[in-house]
């Protein structure tokens, strides 16, 4: 029998069931919920992980709980729901991108039940997790770090502490401001190249040769030049969600609202009213979306 810590994975999705996969790798038996979508655990299931609709079943089968799910929303539903048979010794790791404010007060009421809770949010899409190469930004007590490193470095190449609960949300959402906001500079910049009659090829080359390279540039754009515009794997709903958790902080700040996430949630909201929500960032520099 192993002698790993037993894991609950809510949310094995396209993210999570890479990081899952890589926790059953090194030996932790492995509890997943399935409440609808069954997309990809099949392989998990041939591996030896176990299935369960039902949240009381998954707490009482595991030590520790990770949390891969859409929102903030969505996390305060999930932890209702485990609440009430949650114990003492139980650690949840939430690797949402969720809102700060929300961590603090679900970790304050998990707490005052002797329950642990980390917020360890990753860097990395898709096949980074299922290739164990994520970078996490751990929010927690100095004192639980150590417990938090040893499962996150399952499926990460690096694994830092940046602060206490809630930080770690923080951090993440200052990662996607970057991220997302050089989103919408690349769609902008090969978008007036397009109407300009720039060669994107010969664009990108010097790009990716100068101060302007990133993984994002990367990702986005190099697909898209052979009219791939599913590069960036990263839908427009969730960059809108991000980006507006990030301009909530900001107003909540003593330097009050930020104009340039401000102007990257109008561009992201203008997409996900054009009908854009469930497709990838990077298909904004697809002719017929630049077109309309």
Not at 144 to 152: D, G, I, S
Not at 191 to 215: I, N
Not at 246 to 262: N, Y
Request: hydrophobic share 40%; aromatic share 6%.
């Amino acid at each position: 029998m192993s002698e790993l810590p037993r894991i609950g994975f809510i949310g094995a999705g396209l993210m999570g069931r890479g990081m899952a996969d890589n926790l059953l790798a090194a030996g932790h038996p492995l509890t997943i919920y399935i409440h609808k979508r069954r997309d990809g655990i099949a392989g998990l299931l041939e591996r030896g992980a176990r299935e369960t609709s039902d949240f009381g079943i998954l707490a009482r089968a595991s030590d520790v709980i990770f949390l891969c799910v859409d929102n903030a929303g969505t996390v305060q539903s999930v932890i209702a729901g485990l609440t009430p048979d949650l114990h003492p010794g139980h650690l949840v790791v939430d690797v949402t991108t969720s809102y700060p404010e929300i961590t603090r007060q679900i970790a304050a009421g998990l707490r005052a039940r002797g329950v642990e809770y980390a917020d360890a949010p990753v860097t990395g899409g898709p096949a980074q997790a299922q290739a164990g190469t994520l970078g996490s930004l751990v929010g927690c007590e100095e004192s639980l770090f150590p417990r938090v490193r040893e499962l996150a470095i399952r499926y990460s190449k690096a694994v830092h502490r940046v602060g206490d609960v809630g930080t770690g949300h923080l951090a993440k959402l200052l990662n996607n401001f970057v991220s997302q906001g050089t989103v919408v500079l690349l769609a902008e910049a090969y978008t007036r190249a397009a109407d300009f009659g720039v060669d994107w090829h010969a664009l990108y080359s010097v790009m990716e040769a100068g101060a302007a390279r990133s993984g994002t540039l990367e990702k986005m754009v190099k697909p898209a030049l052979e009219g791939n515009f599913d590069g960036s794997q990263f839908t427009v709903r969730n960059a809108l969600k991000d980006i507006g958790y990030f301009c909530r902080l900001a107003e909540s700040s003593t330097r009050g609202k930020s104009a340039v996430g401000e102007e990257i949630r109008r561009v992201f909201s203008s997409a996900a009213v054009a009908d854009l929500g469930d497709r990838y960032v990077s298909a904004l520099l697809d002719p017929q979306v630049r077109n309309r």
